[in-house]
């Protein structure tokens, strides 16, 4: 999930506010170099040297480069784990698999709980009240256990299967209708998002929702992600004089957000006081597991905030990771018609004339195979994931102070030529041999982490997996996918958004099957 990790993409445009406000930080450093030195040296991981106060915010801005680009060409020169100093905050990245293995299994403990956050992203998680953005400690315990045993488990998730039905069917729908009015061509991102969002919507609110309510939730959220993008200021907090009317603007979009879901949450209510009341409630709901929810070492119920707060991270949780895997799949079906050919007979031979079931995956090792090279290929949300540590520790020799972001680069591991072989090619007959196979978890050794690993390790894994597999299966049986414009050639590189998504969003041709 990417509200996990910082985005970092607006930060090359920032570049022109650090200039004017090079004077202010002159004469802070001033200051900084009259203080006396710290008694005891930490020795950090190497990294690129920096400028005093600013770090090496310069250059990352001055690369012009992604920040995942600039994160990738470090490590041909720093190796394994270094240092990149951004502004106040100090980043330890680490790309190793054997690494990530100490930090998240070995000494998971450690290494789970999440750094400091800034104003911004503390407006929107209600003051670290989320199972994302909770320090590692009781209030995280309980939201996440909550979170796994009352929606997520697998006898919880059966329980919704009506609901993934209903979204399919409107999937499959809806990509017909948009063929139809295109001469066959369809926007991918979209219209799983759309679908993703809606099963996600009634899982949260379990209250039925037309279109239009969808598109206005979906705008509001989208607004709040929007929001959440990294300010120079939160590297430089020094610099947060120049940046009130964007605090402004940030409180203002956090009162749209509060006011648009509290009725539904109101509504929500009055359906369980009066049983039958609302015809558009349905049995259960996310939101049921919180409005009685007794939080270790909290007196109070959640407030109404805290239930937006909770409902937009189940919503933001699973809806763009979810539906940029797709995107993303379905880009690799195009690229590779023998893998599509090979899913869709294996589809036919599992189910026949009837439509896929869920239930039907457990039988298809072939697109169970092609999911989890997907995830290997494209983890989308492959950026850093943020940790930080409990106490001081060290990672391969160097210490690990608590003040830092210890950062998780993912994409080092699963395209590791030492891991796997011919690692650029999306190749689904790795682990159908069952030759590579990787614990997804990494509990027995890390070789990919797309929902990432250990304590923190995501707890929406068994509930994507379902939803990947269906859609994309439901998607390969309903149509032939090929390159839109005809025999064009796909584009694979990838920008960071809420995820890593394709730079070009992907339209298909979609033909379909008798
Ligand atoms: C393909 C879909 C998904 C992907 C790739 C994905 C990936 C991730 C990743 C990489 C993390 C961070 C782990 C870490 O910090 O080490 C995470 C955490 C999380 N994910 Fe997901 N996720 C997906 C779907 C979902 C769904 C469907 C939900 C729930 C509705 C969800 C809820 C969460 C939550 C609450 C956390 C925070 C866990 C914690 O801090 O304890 N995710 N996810």
Same mark, same amino acid.
């Given at each position: ?15 022109? *506010? ?9 004469? %802070?450093? !001033?200051?900084? *170099? ?62 190793? $698999? ?14 789970? /709980? ?18 994302? $953005? ?17 929606? *997520? ?13 209903? $979204? ?26 759309? $679908? ?7 899982? %949260? ?21 929007? /929001? ?32 648009? !879901? ?17 015809? /558009? ?19 109070? *119920? ?8 909770? %409902? ?13 895997? !797709? ?40 697109? &169970? ?88 390790? %995501? ?17 390969? &049986? ?20 809420? /995820? ?9 041709? !979609?033909?379909?099957?008798?």
């Amino acid at each position: 999930m990417a509200s996990l990790s910082f985005s970092f993409a607006s930060l090359s445009s920032s570049y022109h *506010l650090l200039l004017p406000a090079l004077a202010f930080i002159l004469s %802070c450093l !001033i200051l900084l *170099l009259t203080q006396k030195p710290k008694s005891k040296r930490v020795n950090l991981p190497p990294g690129p040297p920096g400028w005093p106060i600013v770090g090496n915010l310069f250059q990352v801005a001055r690369s012009g480069k992604p920040f995942f680009q600039y994160v990738d060409d470090l490590r041909g020169k720093y190796g394994p784990i270094f240092t990149l100093r951004m502004g106040t905050r100090t980043l330890i990245i680490l790309t190793d $698999a054997k690494l990530v293995h100490e930090a998240l299994i070995e000494k998971g403990q450690i290494f789970a /709980t999440r750094p400091r956050e800034n104003p911004t992203r503390n407006i929107f998680s209600s003051n670290k009240f989320t199972v994302n $953005a909770a320090v590692y400690g009781p209030v995280w315990r309980s939201l996440r256990k909550n979170m796994v045993q009352n929606m *997520l488990s697998s006898s919880r998730l059966k329980g919704f299967r009506h609901v993934r039905e209903t $979204a399919m069917e409107t999937l499959v729908n809806r990509l017909r209708a948009e063929a139809k009015a295109n001469d066959g061509a369809v926007w991918v991102l979209k219209n799983a998002r759309f $679908a993703v969002f809606c099963i996600l919507l009634a899982m %949260c609110f379990g209250l039925e929702m037309g279109e239009e309510t969808v598109k206005k939730m979906d705008q509001v959220m989208k607004k709040v992600l929007i /929001t959440l993008d990294p300010r120079i200021d939160d590297f430089l907090p020094i610099l947060s004089v120049f940046f009130s009317k964007q605090r402004k603007r940030a409180l203002e979009v956090r009162k749209e957000q509060v006011e648009f !879901i509290v009725p539904f949450i109101e509504k929500r209510r009055k359906a369980i006081q009066n049983p039958g009341s609302d015809e /558009t409630a349905t049995s259960f709901s996310y939101l049921d597991t919180l409005f009685d929810l007794k939080v270790e070492g909290r007196k109070s *119920l959640p407030t109404d905030p805290e239930l937006v707060t909770l %409902c937009s991270e189940f919503l933001n949780g699973g809806t763009d990771t979810t539906a940029t895997a !797709i995107e993303w799949g379905i880009a690799q079906l195009i690229a590779n018609p023998e893998v599509q050919e090979k899913l869709y007979k294996e589809i036919k031979l599992t189910v026949g004339n009837r439509k896929v079931d869920e239930k039907d995956a457990d039988n298809m090792p072939y697109l &169970q195979a092609v999911v989890k090279e997907l995830l290997r290929k494209h983890p989308p949300t492959y950026f850093l994931l943020t940790h930080a540590a409990t106490e001081p520790t060290t990672l391969a020799g160097y210490d690990i102070p608590t003040d830092v972001n210890v950062d998780f680069f993912s994409p080092a591991i699963s395209e590791d030529p030492k891991l796997w072989s011919d690692p650029e090619k999306f190749n689904p007959e790795r682990f159908v041999s069952g030759k590579e196979d990787a614990d997804i978890t990494g509990v027995t050794g890390v070789k990919m982490m797309p929902f990432g690993v250990g304590r923190r390790i %995501c707890p929406g894994l068994g509930m994507a997996t379902v939803h990947v597999h269906l859609m994309l299966a439901r998607m390969v &049986q309903e149509f032939e996918w090929s390159a839109y414009p005809p025999n064009s050639k796909l584009d694979f590189s990838g920008k960071l958004e809420f /995820t890593v998504v394709m730079k070009n969003t992907l339209r298909a041709m !979609i033909k379909p099957r008798d």
